[in-house]
């Protein structure tokens, strides 16, 4: 399962991150080796084997249901690159 | 008298509770040393100030009779990975430039609750990826030893990672203890590397709320700590059952500095053959003899078991971590914290920030992780790689029918030079082929340094317990180390 | 300002959504005639259905509508770095009671996973959802339609994810504003199947599907505030042959918008099939100003959602147990409430139909017919309400829960009437009186002497009075024409104020003038 350059240009577009047109080769040939490498799995037998989730061997508590948090503003937005009238103010998202 | 940044937490804490030194003192002589050392670049951020006032206050509980215990008063150094609230927290990345958090992760929030001092923040490999501390926006942090001998003698070599500031850290005398996270090996690949002790704790042991995830379903923090009885004294402020973390485990803590009876007889240490990997140098292969004839001569049986997808757990760790890390990555948008790049537009904003705040290592594994989880992909490797981790969790669970700690080296090398690996991902990933499997089935494992390489690096033995079995692990590895009576210093 | 909420397409892969249809035969009636012949329309919904709770899905942060800005968000719905979900036992609950009223399988273990996309108001990159392995499976829903035919729509799954924040555009040029506060409520997402044939349909069911879900408390369905919108599939066919190509048309949020929606995309659909076309499978918006639906504009990349299972939470396992104690504590639901109606109080379908279809109105209903322990005509209770009541709340524009009038305060007007203290037609009067001020009916009966005259004597008197005054009315009377009958009854409640007994009234009147 090779993966070329379109693919590696799709999967940088579904994870945002800019490749230059210039790098999608050379980092084509970087995944696939790892890629080639972890094929070695299919070694392995794993028939029956349930997919595992969490090795803590634990079922999901559940919290009662009440308000503890929110009207916390102030600690929400300390980081923000940007806000205005207590908003995030991100660029224009076109519709 | 040693130098006080010399003693371990242990004699620290005992100086300071016969008055011998002030917190404050113990604080300062780290902070003179932290100057001094600076060239290793194992600190992204001091907090000198805060670490006085933190010293000043375990000194006032001390003279009032209230000291909270075993670490008031004793300086630790912070991965840069825990949320420390007005302290920069960043991950060792770009993207979070500038991240003050407003909220105290839980297991730092632990530490100073037992009076611990914060030294500062020390540096990482991004987001914990890496094996060498050499990914990190702020530079690679030196190991503080030095080969002897050979063709490297005199160079500067990788710390290991990504806990790889809080091991130099430790190593180097500028932290009496510090917190890493371990991910396939991140505490105790470093530890070994820096001649140190560093302890994974079981999957669920330490909350994760307030650490920078990178897998969530691998990441656990630990202590590093120059001794076995450092390491328990940590663990013991350090864990605790946190309802903020839904896969934190529900059981009381238990003193771990009492399983230290030095006493293992009749304890059953295995041996997995699968572990006798080709290449692995002879030193490597002696150490781990040693490390077998310690334990039989302390009255451990020796018990030669298998755990048979050992070298299937590394490429499984290749996927399932990239996988996980590749969504949590996803918060890292430039839109409420950290790093914004300004595009034409929203896209491009997204793609330049995330372009630019991450470095090659994070952005090669978000990739595959984006790609192993994509529509067609996901059962051909995610799922896969789901289904072989169970069969590795599977063997340990035969494997503890024989016996009772499993005992491998930590790694296949000792400390490496600046450079080494950097253009081989693969080369760097196997690293951590001793450590991995552990991690994938979220078992409690430790390295203890046993000795010294050829050319005079530290090397680490490494065991494994079942879950919860901290207090097992620990007392084997006390048993280790007085055997080994590791004294070499960098 | 704009505001839009959640606007990703929701892509739940064709293996995990029953699209086969568990409808059997269609009305006829709902075939629309095209140029070339007859098309079937095929309609499926995914409704968002917030649930009511205290604190969202996986903080604690409040769920209340409204507020300033980022006021009701926590760090955890931010997506602060090192935050962790931790579920609330309320959502699990809701949802599994919204399971059991839409009679639907409960899985005693279910899973949450991530979806992941990139959009502003989505602050984890990811919307804990869950995909494979819901809370909810199979279930149904009988919607009945105003001819008296019912149908019932299967419903696919419910499963619980998490509302995504707001993004307000124009606000400040060139930006957009981002809200959080509506960021990790809980929604549950009931899918249904292709079951619906018409926008008519479409509406009935989803009307029916916000009735049961307000009747079991789990969901306030107020559309307005966006408590309930749906996601309409619409796709169109030859009678009989494969499904056609659907296109989803995102959140709708009245019900009447759901029938315009499909009622305009299936003609659009039709329209393009005719003339050659073919339809492409896309998101659509409806535009209820202009009545038309319209192609969404950031369509041009195909969706990965790349869902895993979320390794910050656990399976969620509940017990039969669990599952039992929700269900002894499910209230009468409309459809077994109107029967009972019909059974018990005699009522038609279609009278129990409208009653029930609102909890509030069912519940006002109850009160009027037996509150305070009274038992009162159940079908005058039913015209009452059906006429005055909802006459006067629509004037006023009123919801039941803020009527000035209670139920047990109609009830006691209707005793009056049953009594013979007043006239049905002074009892008109009375109950405007009482929407206005909101005082009983005896006080105003009380204050205003509007008390039935019932004395015979004093009607007689009266009579008497009228035929003395009026001698030429008399003889017509008396000479057969009838129509001056009325005139007399009329002119003696008009010299009582229309507080003579009418009945008492004829009976004198014939005994007098016909003898
Ligand atoms: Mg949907
Ligand atoms: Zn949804």
Redesign the interface.
């Known amino acids: 399962m090779a993966l070329d350059t379109d693919t590696v240009k799709r999967i940088a577009?579904?994870a945002?991150i800019h490749v230059d047109e210039a790098d999608l080769a050379p980092l084509a040939d970087e995944l696939n080796n790892i890629l080639g490498w972890v094929e070695q799995l299919d070694e392995v037998d794993t028939d029956g084997a349930e997919p595992m989730?969490?090795v803590?061997e634990?079922?999901?508590?559940?919290?009662?249901?009440?308000?503890?948090?929110?009207?916390?503003?102030d600690?929400?937005?300390a980081n923000a690159p940007?806000e205005?009238?207590?908003?995030?103010?991100?660029?224009?998202?076109?519709? | 008298m040693a130098a006080l940044t010399d003693l371990t937490i242990a004699q620290a804490g005992a100086g300071l509770d016969k008055g011998e030194f002030t917190a404050r003192e113990l604080t300062d002589a780290y902070l003179t040393a932290m100057e001094a050392a600076r060239s290793l670049n194992a600190y992204i951020e001091e907090t000198p100030e805060r670490a006085q006032t933190m010293a000043d206050a375990s000194d006032a509980r001390r003279a009032a009779g209230n000291a909270a215990g075993a670490l008031d008063g004793i300086p630790l150094a912070i991965k840069d990975l825990?949320?420390t609230e007005g302290a920069l927290?960043t991950?060792g990345s770009h993207i979070?430039d500038g991240?003050r958090?407003?909220?105290e992760?839980t297991v730092t929030q632990n530490l100073w609750d037992s009076g611990a001092v914060m030294l500062g923040k020390v540096n990482m490999d991004e987001f914990a990826m890496g094996s060498a501390n050499i990914t990190s926006h702020y530079g690679p942090t030196l190991n503080p030893w030095k080969a002897s001998s050979g063709d490297n003698a005199g160079k500067d070599l990788v710390p290991g990672g990504s806990s790889g500031g809080s091991a130099a850290a430790v190593a180097a005398r500028i932290a009496a203890g510090a917190t890493g996270t371990d991910t396939g090996g991140s505490i105790r690949q470093p530890g070994a590397f820096c001649g140190i002790v560093g302890l994974k704790p079981t999957y669920g042991r330490c909350s994760?709320?307030?650490?920078?995830?990178f897998?969530?379903?691998l990441d656990q923090a630990g202590p590093l700590a120059r001794t076995v009885e450092d390491s328990a004294l940590m663990l013991e402020a350090m864990a605790s059952f946190d309802?903020?973390?839904?896969?934190s485990v529900d059981l009381p803590v238990p003193s771990y500095a009492a399983a230290l009876t030095g006493d293992i007889r009749g304890l059953r240490v295995g041996v997995p053959a699968e572990y006798r990997m080709d290449g692995t140098p002879p030193e490597i292969e002696a150490l781990w003899q040693k490390g077998v004839d310690w334990l039989r001569d302390a009255g451990a049986e020796i018990v030669d078991i298998s755990l048979p997808h050992t070298k299937y757990a590394l490429p499984a760790y290749y996927i399932v971590a990239p996988?996980?890390a590749?969504?949590n990555?996803?918060?890292?948008?430039g839109?409420?914290?950290g790093l914004r790049v300004d595009g034409e537009d929203?896209t491009e904003t997204?793609e330049r920030t995330r372009a630019e705040g991450f470095g090659h290592e994070v952005k090669r594994r978000v990739m595959i992780g984006?790609y192993v989880?994509?529509?067609g992909y996901?059962d051909a490797y995610?799922l896969k790689a789901q289904r072989v981790r169970t069969r590795i969790a599977d063997d340990f669970r035969a494997a503890w029918d024989s016996c009772d700690v499993v005992l491998t080296p930590t790694t296949p090398s000792s400390a490496f030079t600046l450079g080494e690996k950097q253009d081989d991902p693969i080369a760097m990933y196997l690293n951590d082929i001793f450590t991995v499997p552990a991690s994938m089935a979220g078992l409690p494992a430790i390295s203890v340094p046993a000795g010294l390489s050829d050319v005079g690096l530290p090397l680490g033995l490494h065991l494994i317990a079942p879950a919860f079995g901290e207090e097992t692990l620990l007392r084997a590895a006390g048993v280790l180390e007085s055997a080994a009576g590791f004294t070499a210093q960098p | 300002m704009t505001e839009?909420t959640d606007?990703q397409t929701e892509e739940i892969p064709d293996h995990l959504v029953a699209h086969f249809t568990s409808r059997i035969g269609h009305n006829s009636a709902d075939l629309i005639e095209g140029e070339t012949g007859p098309w079937e329309v095929i309609i499926g919904l995914e409704v968002h259905a917030q649930v009511m709770?205290?604190?969202k899905l996986f903080?604690?942060?409040?769920t209340g509508f409204g507020g300033?800005?980022?006021?009701?968000?926590?760090?955890?719905?931010?997506?602060?770095?090192?935050?962790?979900?931790?579920?609330?036992?309320?959502?699990?609950r809701q949802a599994v009671r919204t399971g059991l009223g839409l009679e639907a399988q409960i899985n005693l273990r279910s899973?949450f996973d991530?979806k992941?996309y990139?959009?502003?108001d989505l602050?984890?990159?990811?919307q804990i959802s869950q995909f494979s392995d819901p809370i909810v499976g199979e279930g149904r829903v009988t919607v009945d339609m105003e001819e008296g035919e019912s149908f019932e729509v299967g419903v696919v799954r419910i499963h619980l994810e998490q509302d995504a924040g707001k993004?307000?555009?124009d606000?400040?040029p060139?930006?957009?504003?981002?809200?959080?506060n509506r960021s990790g409520v809980a929604l549950m997402e009931i899918v249904s199947k292709p079951d619906i044939r018409s926008g008519a349909e479409a509406a009935a069911y989803f009307a029916k599907l916000r009735s049961i879900l307000r009747y079991l408390g789990t969901c306030d369905g107020n559309m307005q505030e966006g408590s309930l919108r749906a996601d309409v599939n619409v796709s169109v066919r030859r009678p009989g042959e494969e499904l056609g190509t659907r296109c989803e048309i995102k959140n709708v949020n009245s019900i009447r918008f759901v029938r315009e929606a499909v009622d305009y995309e299936a003609r659009r659909q039709i329209e393009i099939l005719e003339e050659g076309g073919e339809i492409d499978q896309e998101t659509r918006l409806f535009d209820p100003d202009r009545g038309e639906t319209r192609s969404?504009?950031?369509k041009e990349?195909a969706h990965?959602y790349?869902?895993?299972?979320d390794?910050?939470?656990?399976?969620?396992?509940i017990d039969q147990a669990y599952v039992d104690e929700i269900k002894a504590s499910l209230p009468e639901l409309p459809d077994i409430k109107a029967a009972r109606f019909v059974r018990d109080f005699g009522l038609s379908e279609y009278d129990a139909g409208v009653l029930v279809a609102e909890r509030e109105t069912a519940e006002f209903y109850e009160a009027v017919v037996d509150a305070d322990g009274a038992s009162r005509d159940p079908k005058i209770a039913a015209n009452w309400i059906t006429g005055d009541f909802f006459r006067r709340l629509n004037a006023d524009d009123l919801e039941i829960a803020d009527s000035p009038v209670s139920g047990a305060q109609l009830g006691g007007l209707i005793d009056l009437i049953a009594d013979g203290t007043i006239s049905g037609k002074i009892a008109k009067d009375v109950f405007d009186e009482m929407f206005d001020s909101g005082k009983d009916a005896g006080a105003i009966v009380e204050e205003k002497g509007l008390k039935q005259i019932s004395d015979s004597g004093e009607i007689s008197a009266i009579i008497d009075q009228i035929i003395a005054d009026n001698p030429e009315q008399a003889d017509q009377y008396r000479q057969g024409n009838t129509k001056v009958a009325g005139w007399f009854t009329g002119q003696a409640m008009k010299a009582t104020q229309g507080k003579a007994n009418p009945q008492m009234v004829n009976e004198l009147l014939q005994e007098k003038l016909g003898g």
């Open positions: 577009r579904l945002r989730t969490s803590a634990m079922v999901q508590r559940l919290r009662v249901d009440a308000v503890t948090d929110g009207d916390v503003r600690r929400v937005l940007m205005a009238d207590g908003f995030f103010v991100v660029p224009k998202v076109i519709e | 825990f949320c927290s991950a979070l991240f958090p407003t909220y992760s994760r709320w307030g650490v920078i995830a897998a969530s379903s309802p903020k973390d839904s896969t996988a996980e590749s969504s990555l996803a918060r890292y948008d839109m409420r914290f929203l997204y984006t989880l994509s529509a996901y995610y | 839009t606007t709770s205290d604190s903080s604690g942060a409040p300033d800005p980022n006021t009701h968000v926590s760090l955890v719905d931010a997506a602060m770095p090192g935050m962790l979900p931790v579920l609330n036992d309320m959502a699990i899973v991530r992941n990139f959009y502003p602050p984890q990159g990811y993004s307000i555009h606000r400040i060139n930006q957009t504003c981002i809200d959080l969404m504009r950031s990349e990965d790349r869902y895993f299972p390794p910050d939470l656990l399976p969620v396992v």
